[in-house]
């Protein structure tokens, strides 16, 4: 089996790995973390297509890798904003819960500590 | 014998990643998360993307781990009442049901694929003289598709000033992130001090390489702004307050050089973001010089986070 099918195998099993925990996970952190699971699987899915795509003397097809250096740094700038809108939450509310019936722990002077 | 190699790194990054799904603390989970990006990075060199590899090491593994590290820290409070909250046995296995389908129906289209397989490196190679450098990635970043870089440097100013617009009103202009406190004879105080001389060296080195080899300049902002993070977080040096002119101007700089060139590229090539012919190289490099230092504070301040103090001392 070459490397490129091998690790487009890993990478279908990495994507489902991260949307089980995306779902079942009700910790808005661990969501995220999830999330950033789904994208490795997603990139190493597409990095073991740029493998094959080797000509040229090339070890892969340069057009994909350079999307794929953009895609992690833009990932990395999402994570940064979703982990910063959650400390808010955190700092506004002292609680993460994504449930809806979640008990409203904010009081009065709490949110000006 | 590769084979072997191959087949027990796939086992170990599976396996990290399950980890970092059932953990019961965060903090486990997100040290699982980091070692998983370092593997991540051998199976890039593995599937030859050695700029993947570095991209991945520093961005992926490094810079997502301790934005997540922090994150885990602050909000482990919250973790006992999330538990209580987790969803019921029908829920799990639909939801695993669905992550095995998903799985399978890609592993198919992964068996699947055609041969021989569409490839752009033909294109790339033909073309590449033109462009003056020898790095075939990034001769895509910045020249072939150059709209993309562009774009995704915008991307990060945005995220950057969506992660400063969530201060309170009363820390509008103040300093982000929290004031940090470490023994100044300590070891961390020591290393921010010896690090990070040799650091930025290996930064420029990997900006400076990138034009005809792995490298470049996202690989070396990150390891700049991961060296500035050590002097922050030893409390050598205060994060700047978001309200500071020359931070404002140095962070729009890269971008608007990079658009500056590209509406040149109108004009003289008849395209937007066309190099004429003969100084592609030379433009090439004023942009990467452009959007070095840009990218280095984006990274750093955007891990450092959102205002936390006033602007008044």
Redesign the interface.
């Known amino acids: 089996m070459s490397a490129a099918t091998l690790f487009g195998l890993c990478a279908a099993a990495l994507i489902g790995i991260g949307l089980y925990g995306l779902i079942v996970n009700p910790h808005p952190l661990r969501k995220i973390l999830a999330f950033n699971v789904v994208g490795s699987g997603v990139f190493m899915l597409f990095g073991a297509i740029a493998r094959r795509g080797a000509a040229a003397g090339m070890g892969g097809d340069p057009v994909p890798q350079a999307l794929l250096i953009t895609g992690i740094v833009v990932a990395f700038s999402a994570t940064a904003l979703a982990v910063a809108l959650l400390l808010r939450l955190f700092d506004e509310t002292r609680s993460v819960s994504l449930a809806s019936d979640a008990p409203d722990k904010t009081q009065p002077g709490v949110d000006d500590v | 014998m ?2 072997a190699l ?2 027990g790194l ?1 086992g170990l ?2 396996g990290l ?2 980890w ?3 953990a019961r603390e ?1 903090f486990a ?2 040290e699982g ?1 980091m070692a ?2 370092l593997l ?1 990075t051998l ?2 060199v ?4 050695i ?2 590899a570095l ?2 090491a520093a ?2 593994g490094g ?2 781990g301790a ?2 590290i922090g ?2 820290t ?2 482990r409070s ?2 006992a ?3 209580v ?3 019921g046995a029908p ?2 296995w639909l ?2 049901g ?3 389908a ?3 129906a ?2 198919v ?3 699947a ?1 055609p041969v021989p ?6 294109d ?2 033909a073309h590449i003289a033109v462009t003056g450098v020898g790095n ?2 990034t ?3 910045l020249a ?2 150059a709209m ?2 562009l774009l ?1 440097a915008i ?2 100013l945005f ?2 000033i ?2 400063w617009s ?1 201060a ?1 009103d009363r820390f509008w202009g103040g300093r982000p992130g929290l004031r940090q406190q470490a023994d100044p004879n300590g070891i961390l105080a020591y290393v921010a001090r010896v690090l990070p001389p040799i650091g930025v060296i290996a930064g420029i080195y990997i900006f400076w390489v990138g034009a005809d080899h792995p490298g ?1 300049k ?1 690989q070396g902002a990150t390891l700049m702004a991961a060296m500035w993070l050590l002097v922050m977080m030893a409390g050598l040096a205060d994060a700047p307050p978001i309200s500071r002119t020359w931070l404002r101007i140095l962070l729009v700089a890269g971008p608007l050089v990079f658009i500056a060139i590209g509406v040149v590229g109108v004009v003289t090539a008849d395209a937007f973001l066309a190099y004429p012919p003969g100084i592609a190289k030379p433009l090439i490099l004023v942009i990467e010089f452009a959007l070095m230092p840009t990218l280095t504070l984006i ?1 750093g301040l ?2 450092v ?2 205002p936390q103090r006033g602007p008044l001392p």
């Open positions: 590769s084979d191959n087949i796939a990054i599976l990643a399950l970092s799904i059932v965060a989970a997100v998360f998983f990006g991540l199976a890039w593995q599937l030859h993307g700029d993947v991209t991945e961005i992926g810079l997502t934005l997540l994150a885990a602050r909000l919250t973790e009442a999330a538990r909250e987790g969803p829920t799990r939801a695993a669905v992550s095995v998903v799985t399978a890609l592993a289209g992964v068996l694929l397989a569409p490839t752009l490196a033909p790339v190679a075939p990635i001769a895509v970043l072939f598709r993309d870089t995704e991307v990060l995220a950057l969506g992660v969530l309170p470049g996202f990274l955007m891990l986070g959102a």
